[in-house]
């Protein structure tokens, strides 16, 4: 069992820079690939980014590449996500979650995949 806790959203200027934190609880922390989704307003919850167990493999949807940055720390449990020059359009709730799997060295892009997710947390970007 895992649970995720996010934190760091809030509301932001585009342009501005932000790191979403994500807790997690549970012993088997680096058997999970850790991945970030985000629910625009009106929008189906979508794949942002993902890193494998060991954190040396990550995968980003091409509409991040070049400005999130997921990371995490097996030691402490937290997986994070840098934004960098933000948009309006990155508005929308961001959620963590993780996919149990004996490829740590695997990213899992499949949101299907993913067993446990956090509550959530707003990221609000005005122009």
């Known amino acids: 069992q895992v649970q995720l806790v996010e934190s760091g959203g809030g509301l932001v200027q585009a342009g501005d820079s932000l790191r979403l934190s994500c807790a997690a609880s549970?012993?088997?922390?680096?058997?999970?690939?850790m991945g970030w989704f985000r629910q625009a307003p009106g929008k189906e919850r979508e794949f942002v980014t993902a890193?494998?167990?060991?954190?040396?493999?990550?995968y980003y949807a091409d509409s991040v590449k070049g400005r999130f940055t997921i990371s995490r720390d097996n030691a402490k449990k937290m997986v994070y996500l840098r934004i960098d020059s933000l948009k309006p359009e990155d508005t929308g709730v961001y959620y963590c979650?993780?996919?149990?799997?004996?490829?740590?060295?695997?990213?899992?892009?499949?949101?299907?995949?993913?067993?446990?997710w956090g509550q959530g947390a707003q990221v609000t970007v005005s122009s």
């Open positions: 890193i494998s167990g060991t954190g040396g493999s990550t």
């Open positions: 979650a993780a996919a149990r799997t004996i490829f740590i060295t695997v990213v899992i892009t499949d949101q299907g995949q993913y067993n446990y």
């Open positions: 549970g012993r088997t922390f680096s058997s999970h690939s």
